[in-house]
């Protein structure tokens, strides 16, 4: 029976639209992914495979239908760690033309705003034709002596527009790879940083009253069309004039938003002084006097753009310049740390939007991680925030049964969305720790046990609070929820729906765009496909049925056409794989229904992995009938790469996290 996808979804609660006002969405940390659920590994004792095995396929190599090539039949071969998915067709790149601009200020306007006792001409000296960029008093402070930090033009960055390959420059795990720019880096070969990895990048549009960066449309334009998300940045001189009056200039410099998911938001640059002529470190400014002026730029900015800007700056600068103030939290955070550990958070925020962890490759200007995967990336972009509180409890479930032996939880937490989580025979729940997420494994480790009665269990961060939690789907019907610590482990458990669910099966992730949180949807013996969505008091309730005929179905939720919405795979009863796409609004693309994988009957488990071989990866694990694990990676734009074995024979036993045992066909 064909599955039948009705019109719009209209939620009992109200909240399904992502066209819905929402509140502030809290951010992700460092290695947090939305959809990711963490899949992939070799049982036993945990060792990793140096390099795959040729792999046996005695139930037939799955293949893939028109329009998209297959998932290689050959011997496969061992993931390049550096690869990059391809640029996404123009036709979805963000468009090229700047951001709103209102009329820029004229040189008598500037002048007023100016405060008294600022020498001017001195000022422009110390900037000559660049001036500031962002973290370069973090530079400067981090390789001269004495309380006061050299003149920013001593310390020039280098004014290469490319830079060398990832492979020569340690980076972060995890996240998004992306740039910042300025005036130095001149006309940047957008390309290169392409293919270096970048997705993102922020352009420099002014500084203090001026705009000062000759080259920002070359840049803010070259960024956009190679594919990149970009926006731009201003750079704060606190001691010269106010706050609205730099965000005036600012706005009208090119500083401006849109919600098209292809412009970031505006970002302040506010770090410590550079020119002698300005005073000291934080401008001759009281903490109480900088925050002020922070709110007074922010207030501004939010006024002419609709959006509330970023702010970049160091711990160090925050707690000596504005007493480490907790007044921001509302401010996305893009935090300077030249190391290898981000390191503690100013008081406004308990973690970071954005990291500049180098200022000297691998890309032309700064590089950085945006905390969280492509598809939140994009979703940050678009200033999605979370839904209004309307606790609609109206999931059709029975009497709750007998609650199910609570599992013991403990060991450190899961660090990666790569990670590979599984329970064995005797309900030990494992971790086998992906290894920089470069298609490698380490050794296992044991973080809970009491797990045998489950269905399925699911690695997300269920709370968005940057840590990752284990969603638990019992036989008698339960689904209970277990919350991630920061110093590992995890919390005791709490019941998310008390029964109901024994006879479905689930998948879990971002489905409704806008979402702050992500949902589930359920597969349900009788071919109704249900979508479940939490509730302001910690639950889940019933959102909506959006479909029926999906009987026999094996689903998986996944991006598979990179336009940064979920989408449905579906293998049918003959093992072939059908994609049925979305747009983010709960429901499904009107088309007809395209099989993007044959031969997809032969495997008993598939599973969404994410950053697995690099760090904006996407792909599924599947397990043979011979106990081998494969890893089949997403292009992003709607097809398969290249085939590896990465788990030798022995996972019949296990119960991989992210999806259910199914049966071979």
């Given amino acids: 029976m064909t599955p039948h996808c009705p019109g719009p979804l209209v939620s009992a609660g109200g909240h399904l639209d992502s066209t819905t006002p929402r509140p502030a969405r809290a951010l992700t940390r460092l290695l947090t992914a939305g959809l990711a659920l963490a899949l992939v590994a070799g049982p036993g004792a945990g060792v990793a495979l140096a390099s795959p095995l040729s792999p046996t396929a005695p139930d037939g190599t799955p293949s893939a239908g028109q329009p998209w090539s297959a998932p290689a039949q050959s011997v496969p071969t061992a993931p390049v760690a550096t690869a990059t998915p391809a640029a996404p067709a123009r036709s979805t790149a963000p468009g090229t033309s700047l951001p709103q601009a209102s009329t820029p200020l004229t040189e008598a306007q500037r002048a007023a705003t100016v405060r008294t006792g600022i020498d001017l001409a001195a000022l422009k000296k110390e900037q000559g034709a660049n001036g500031g960029y962002l973290g370069k008093s973090v530079k400067a402070r981090q390789t001269t002596t004495g309380t006061q930090p050299r003149s920013l033009n001593q310390t020039a960055p280098s004014t290469t527009t490319t830079a060398g390959t990832v492979a020569n420059h340690w980076v972060p795990d995890g996240g998004v790879l992306g740039m910042d720019v300025s005036g130095w880096q001149g006309n940047v070969n957008w390309s290169s940083a392409w293919s270096l990895g970048s997705r993102f990048a922020y352009v420099k549009a002014s500084e203090g009253n001026y705009q000062i960066n000759d080259y920002f449309a070359q840049q803010y334009n070259g960024a956009s069309s190679i594919g990149m998300i970009r926006g731009a940045y201003h750079f704060a001189l606190p001691g010269v004039s106010s706050g609205a009056a730099q965000a005036a200039t600012f706005v009208a410099s090119g500083g401006g938003w849109s919600g098209d998911g292809k412009t970031l938001p505006p970002l302040l640059d506010i770090e410590y002084n550079g020119y002698a002529s300005l005073g000291n470190a934080c401008y001759n400014l009281t903490p109480a006097q900088m925050v002020s002026w922070i709110k007074d730029f922010s207030n501004t900015v939010k006024a002419r753009t609709g959006r509330v800007p970023a702010i970049y700056t160091t711990t160090d600068w925050w707690i000596k310049c504005t007493g480490n103030s907790t007044a921001f939290s509302d401010n996305p955070l893009h935090i300077a740390a030249y190391s290898t550990w981000v390191g503690n958070m100013p008081a406004s925020w308990s973690t970071f939007s954005i990291w500049q962890f180098s200022s000297d490759g691998p890309f032309a200007g700064d590089s950085n991680q945006w905390n969280g995967t492509y598809a939140q990336l994009q979703t940050f972009a678009r200033g999605a925030v979370a839904a209004p509180a309307t606790p609609v409890v109206t999931a059709p479930v029975p009497a709750a049964p007998a609650p199910a032996p609570a599992p013991v939880v403990s060991g450190p937490s899961i660090k990666s969305a790569a990670d590979v989580v599984a329970v064995d025979s005797a309900g030990v729940l494992w971790n086998y720790p992906a290894v920089n997420g470069k298609g490698a494994l380490g050794a296992r480790y044991r973080v809970g046990s009491g797990w045998g009665g489950t269905r399925s269990v699911t690695v997300i961060d269920w709370n968005n609070d940057g840590y990752?939690?284990?969603?638990?789907?019992?036989?008698?019907?339960?689904?209970?929820?277990?919350?991630?610590?920061?110093?590992?482990?995890?919390?005791?458990?709490?019941?998310?729906?008390?029964?109901?669910?024994?006879?479905?099966?689930?998948?879990?992730?971002?489905?409704?765009?806008?979402?702050?949180?992500?949902?589930?949807?359920?597969?349900?013996?009788?071919?109704?496909?249900?979508?479940?969505?939490?509730?302001?008091?910690?639950?889940?309730?019933?959102?909506?049925?959006?479909?029926?005929?999906?009987?026999?179905?094996?689903?998986?939720?996944?991006?598979?056409?990179?336009?940064?919405?979920?989408?449905?795979?579906?293998?049918?009863?003959?093992?072939?794989?059908?994609?049925?796409?979305?747009?983010?609004?709960?429901?499904?693309?009107?088309?007809?229904?395209?099989?993007?994988?044959?031969?997809?009957?032969?495997?008993?488990?598939?599973?969404?992995?994410?950053?697995?071989?690099?760090?904006?990866?996407?792909?599924?694990?599947?397990?043979?009938?011979?106990?081998?694990?494969?890893?089949?990676?997403?292009?992003?734009?709607?097809?398969?790469?290249?085939?590896?074995?990465?788990?030798?024979?022995?996972?019949?036993?296990?119960?991989?996290?992210?999806?259910?045992?199914?049966?071979?066909?």
Avoid: C
């Fill in 468 to 665: 990752f939690d284990l969603l638990g789907q019992w036989k008698t019907g339960a689904l209970t929820l277990y919350t991630g610590r920061a110093t590992g482990g995890f919390n005791a458990s709490r019941t998310l729906l008390p029964s109901g669910l024994a006879g479905s099966q689930l998948t879990v992730g971002y489905w409704i765009a806008a979402s702050a949180l992500p949902q589930v949807l359920a597969r349900n013996g009788n071919g109704t496909l249900d979508l479940y969505s939490p509730t302001s008091t910690g639950g889940l309730e019933f959102s909506g049925r959006i479909g029926s005929g999906w009987a026999g179905l094996d689903l998986t939720m996944a991006d598979f056409d990179g336009d940064g919405y979920q989408d449905l795979l579906a293998r049918r009863g003959n093992g072939d794989l059908a994609l049925y796409r979305s747009k983010g609004k709960g429901t499904f693309v009107n088309e007809t229904r395209r099989v993007v994988g044959r031969g997809w009957g032969s495997f008993s488990s598939m599973t969404i992995t994410s950053g697995f071989t690099t760090a904006t990866s996407t792909g599924i694990n599947a397990r043979r009938t011979d106990g081998t694990l494969q890893h089949y990676p997403m292009t992003g734009t709607g097809g398969w790469g290249t085939r590896t074995q990465i788990g030798n024979g022995g996972w019949n036993s296990l119960l991989i996290a992210g999806g259910e045992n199914l049966r071979a066909r």
